[in-house]
């Protein structure tokens, strides 16, 4: 069994949305703050929204106030709802469960990753 199965990935024109989801296996999840990366063609992965385990949030400036990210501990999930998205959106999203020893992260578990393309 895949650690991390995403779903949700999709074709959408310019200011249209999406919602990732991300079902976690086992007790991964609740020992894991939870991200969403994408990786754009010829560009490096990028952390683009993280929630951590008390449910703090951080994002990627580019996707403030048009991305959300959250989680649903009882059924092991994390999304990204997508709003008005933008061609430079466009890429293979990641999702990620890191276990951190206090601050130090120790284990990443990854997604198989899903596709968002946002035609202009």
């Known amino acids: 069994q895949e650690p991390l199965v995403e779903s949700g990935g999709g074709y959408v024109q310019a200011g249209g949305s999406l919602r990732l989801s991300c079902v976690a296996s086992?007790?991964?999840?609740?020992?894991?703050?939870m991200g969403w990366y994408r990786q754009a063609p010829a560009k490096q992965r990028e952390l683009v929204a993280a929630?951590?385990?008390?449910?703090?949030?951080n994002y990627v400036d580019s996707v403030k106030g048009r991305f959300t990210i959250s989680r649903d501990n009882a059924r092991n999930t994390v999304y990204l709802q997508m709003n008005s998205l933008k061609p430079e959106d466009t890429g293979v999203y990641y999702c990620?469960?890191?276990?951190?020893?206090?601050?130090?992260?120790?284990?990443?578990?990854w997604g198989q990753g899903t596709q968002v393309t946002v035609s202009s």
């Open positions: 990620n469960a890191r276990q951190k020893y206090f601050t130090t992260p120790v284990r990443d578990y």
């Open positions: 086992g007790t991964i999840f609740s020992l894991s703050d």
């Open positions: 929630i951590a385990r008390g449910g703090d949030t």
